[in-house]
């Protein structure tokens, strides 16, 4: 395994846990890939070693760095073994479950469930715009398993994209506990944890008053970065002037509510008594169950025509447009065979907005990360090659009659062929999305190039963008 300082050994033994690799490295110890030779399973084991004031002897025990490092370390000790005590009594699916904890080697150690799959950047990489619907799937079970972390009186203060997993079934799971502190008195030698982008100001310092709001701002930075590609400037930049461009702006006209874009921008509020105060008042503003709580962010919206709803036994929305039930059940079940049970509560979510089948189909595609099987849904689906037309039609000729004022089919063919060589046939999607914000064909392969993930790529692909602009 490759080189980590103060790391134990491969093959290392810790009772019945065998060492396998290093899984990360913190300033609060070092996590492990290890065997438990019992049950023949892998599991993370969590080793306290805090590098500012413990190293490894050569016996492999954590010794303190001097005699005034014996102190803190020894509190830190602790603090991570009651940390421990309380994490293995929380049970949720979507928090890492702390299986058992002991002490050796002078220091403590956690052992946790591996949890099979990819962390969040790469899972989204392939993923990314991902449509609103999906973000509210995605960010539900999260936000209960927080809330029992908060009910135990306790704060993660790390939640950053990194600390996020996302199983091979598509179920987010919350990891890495190593900064989490009870939230009632005691030292605080352990206050300043900072992950730059998604900490909030008051775990810059010592003195910060730190609360349930504070790990709502680190979720809602993963959630602008999950929306925007793109990090949060950090708290301390914003204290004079806040410099962060707003969800509701960086995001904008991508097919978000802008209730929902306000909700995040509201949990990024640089002062702690602006944000949400507790899981439950964000959750039910995040997921639409309540009215936005500030609407001082200035937020445009394109108007929408809808069509009147249908008598009938159709799905109905809130767009007020019923769709066809046996459709929505179709694409719920061919969804279902991609990314699991969760297909149902996302496919539902997307129902209550969408205006077709078509736009159903196309707000849950992106969920589809083989690039064959995606394509082949898009064409059952969206192409409508096996749709009815559902009730709400006219508004998707709406759609159709504005873009082909502005692009002709030979336009948007291009378009779809170029992109299609760096994305698949997912480009078929992203180009029409694109060509119904787009002025001229310029602006529509700046809007796309956005999709390329190789910056090279997309430099030589916004050049075309460039030179399109200069025959005009």
């Known amino acids: 395994m490759p080189e980590v300082a103060n790391a134990l050994p491969r093959g290392y033994t810790l009772n019945e846990y065998r060492v396998e690799s290093v899984l990360g490295a913190g300033g609060f110890g070092l996590t492990y890939l290890a065997t438990d030779a019992n049950l023949n399973l892998r599991v993370a084991l969590k080793e306290y070693l805090p590098s500012d004031y413990a190293s490894r002897a050569g016996d492999s025990t954590v010794q303190p760095r001097s005699g005034i490092a014996e102190e803190p370390f020894q509190w830190g000790l602790q603090r991570f073994m009651a940390e421990a005590k309380t994490l293995a009594s929380f049970r949720h699916p979507n928090i890492v479950r702390v299986m058992r904890f002991f002490e050796a080697n002078n220091t403590g150690y956690m052992v ?10 790469e899972w989204i990489a392939a993923r990314r715009p991902l449509p609103q619907p999906s973000l509210q799937a995605f960010s539900g079970p999260l936000l209960d398993g ?15 994209p990194a600390n996020i997993f996302v199983r091979e079934d598509n179920s987010p799971v919350l ?16 206050t300043a944890v900072v992950s730059p982008g998604y900490a909030p100001l008051e775990q810059y310092h010592a003195q910060g008053r730190q609360g349930p709001w504070s790990d709502l701002y680190a979720f809602g930075g993963v959630l602008y970065w999950m929306l925007t590609g793109n990090k949060p400037v950090e708290a301390a930049a914003r204290v004079r002037q806040d410099i962060l461009p707003p969800a509701a702006t960086a995001a904008g006209g991508l097919g978000y509510a802008p209730e929902f874009l306000v909700t995040v921008d509201w949990a990024l509020k640089p002062n702690e008594e602006e944000r949400p105060q507790n899981v439950a008042e964000f ?4 997921l639409g169950g309540a009215p936005a709580h500030d609407r001082t962010v200035p937020v445009t919206a394109e108007p929408t025509v809808l069509a009147a709803p249908a008598p009938g036994s159709g799905m109905t929305g809130l767009t007020g447009v019923a769709l066809d039930r046996e459709q929505v059940k179709r694409i719920e079940a061919e969804i279902a065979r991609h990314i699991g049970p969760i297909a149902a509560v996302m496919v539902r979510n997307a129902a209550k907005k969408a205006l077709t089948i078509p736009a159903l189909a196309e707000a849950v595609a992106g969920e589809i990360a083989d690039e064959k099987a995606r394509a082949a849904f898009i064409r059952k689906f969206v192409s409508g090659e096996s749709t009815s037309r559902p009730t709400g039609e006219p508004t998707r000729k709406v759609a159709e009659v504005s873009v082909s004022q502005k692009f002709t089919p030979e336009t948007l063919q291009k378009a779809e062929a170029a992109l299609a060589q760096h994305i698949g046939a997912v480009a078929k999607v992203v180009v029409r999305r694109a060509a119904a914000k787009a002025r001229d064909e310029a602006e529509l392969y700046l809007f796309i190039a956005d999709e390329i993930k190789d910056p090279a790529e997309r430099k030589n692909f916004i050049r075309k963008a460039v030179s399109i602009s200069g025959k005009r």
């Open 112 to 121: 946790m469930e591996f949890v099979e799959g990819k962390a969040l950047p």
């Open 146 to 160: 927080l809330a029992v972390i908060h009910r135990a009186g306790f704060l993660h203060r790390d939640i950053k």
């Open 175 to 190: 990891l890495d506990f190593g900064s989490a502190r009870e939230l009632k008195g005691g030292n605080q030698e352990l």
């Open 283 to 286: 959750k039910a503003r995040l």
